[in-house]
C-alpha cells in the first residue's frame, strides 16, 4: 500500500513557475515508478510526466515537454514536479500516481487526491 499527498498548487501568472510536491507514505515507495496527471474542468484526465523507480528514466507529454520535469527521491518518499513558462491551457487539478512506467493511467494502481494549479493569463 502506498498512500500519496500532492502540495504545491496555487495560482500563477502565465509565464511563472510553480513546483508540486508528492509526498508518498508506504515501505514499498521505491519499487514503483510514479506519475503526473492532470484534469482539466470537463475535460478528460491526461498524462503529463512520469519517472521510474530509481529516478533514471522520465518521460514527459510533448504539451510540456521542455517546461515539466518529473523527478524522485526515493530517500524522501518524494516525487516532484517542476513547472516552467506556465501556460493557462496548464490549468487543472494534478494528481501523482503510483504504479507502472507508463502512460496510460490505469496501470497507476495508488493515486493522491489531488492538487489545483490555476494559471492565469
Known amino acids: 500500500q502506498v498512500q500519496l499527498v500532492e502540495s504545491g498548487g496555487g495560482l500563477v501568472q502565465a509565464g511563472g513557475s510553480l513546483r508540486l510536491s508528492c509526498a508518498a507514505s508506504g515501505r514499498t515507495f521505491s519499487s514503483y515508478a510514479m506519475g503526473w496527471f492532470r484534469q482539466a474542468p470537463g475535460k478528460e484526465r491526461e498524462f503529463v510526466a512520469t519517472v521510474n523507480w530509481n529516478g533514471g528514466s522520465t518521460y514527459s507529454a510533448d504539451s510540456v515537454k521542455g517546461r515539466f520535469t518529473a523527478s524522485r527521491d526515493n530517500a524522501k518518499n518524494m516525487v516532484s514536479l517542476e513547472m516552467n513558462s506556465l501556460k493557462p491551457e496548464d490549468t487543472a487539478v494534478y494528481f501523482c500516481?503510483?504504479?507502472?512506467?507508463?502512460?496510460?493511467?490505469?496501470?497507476?494502481?495508488?493515486w493522491g487526491p489531488g492538487t489545483q494549479v490555476t494559471v492565469s493569463s
Open positions: 500516481a503510483a504504479g507502472e512506467y507508463s502512460v496510460m493511467d490505469y496501470q497507476y494502481d495508488y
